[in-house]
């Protein structure tokens, strides 16, 4: 509003600015000074093509109506001039106000044109990226939907299973940590899948505030977890974290309003040393956790 503002005073200010000019030329030629003033209206003429084009390249309609009046002044001045002096030599001045008008409609047509179809391509434009941004968030919750366990929260396995592909495809070193929650199925029966699931959900949390950013974490099926760390691992770097799980494990919970403590058994795999693709490593991992089973329970094996 303050630039519109801005730009009408000057076309305002320029408009009497011109006024005044006419009217000095008028009080100071005479009609026996025709050529004089024909130079004079000559010099204004290209004066007022110039201020003409700026005022209607930079404000449009306003600028034209300001243009227009300007030209109709120039146009009476040359016929007073005209009619002063009874001669013929003025008429061009009356002819070239004429021309500018034509010249600064045609320019104003082009203008609106041009604004027209810039709107219209912006509104397109702008209708594309809507779509976009709609297709993209739709893109994002169906990814969502396809990599998140849909009870925990967590990652799934068709997820964990890609990020071990991804890993192997870098040749990255990369130790897997399986885990099952030993005796579990004897909650469900005991008190309930409710309960049962409540209690996931517990250790889904745990696990995956455990991991953080440090590890990715990943419910890999009813109550198994898998955890995946990057680098190469030491057996005592492995084992120093299933201690902290085991401490994770361990701690009472209560689900449904039911105390519940497990113990959880561990299966440990390394690429490349165990498997050199996905199925490979979590088969292994998989015997590597019914190993532990069979030997008590609550306690770490690492695939041989």
Known sequence: MEEKEKNK????????????FYLIIFLAMGPLK???????????????????TIMVMTNRKRGFIVACILSFMSIM?????????????????????????????????????SAKQSHELSQQYEKVMDANRVMHEKDEAIRAIAYTDALTGMYNMRYFREKIDEAIGLQMPFSIIYVDIDNFKGINDTFGPKTGDAALKIYAERVTAYCGR????????????????????????????????RTLFGKQITAQMTTLAVTASFGVVSHPRDGGDAETLLDNAVMAVYNAKANGKDRPCFFS
Do not use: K, W
């Not at 005073?9 to 005044?20: N, R």
């Not at 025709?34 to 003409?52: C, E, Q, R």
């Open 9 to 20: 005073t000057v076309h305002i200010v320029v408009l009497v600015i011109c006024a005044v």
């Open 34 to 52: 025709v050529d004089a003033l024909s130079a004079y209206m000559g010099v204004l003429s290209s004066l007022l093509v110039v201020l003409n």
């Open 77 to 113: 001045s040359a016929a007073t001039s005209v009619l002063r002096s009874h001669s013929p030599t003025g008429l061009p001045g009356i002819f070239t106000p004429m021309i500018n008008i034509v010249t600064m409609s045609i320019i104003l047509t082009y203008l609106n044109i």
């Open 214 to 245: 440090r590890y990715l974490c990943a419910r890999i099926n009813g109550d198994e977890f898998g955890i995946l760390m990057s680098g190469e691992q030491t057996e005592a770097d492995v084992l120093n974290i299933i201690e902290q799980l």
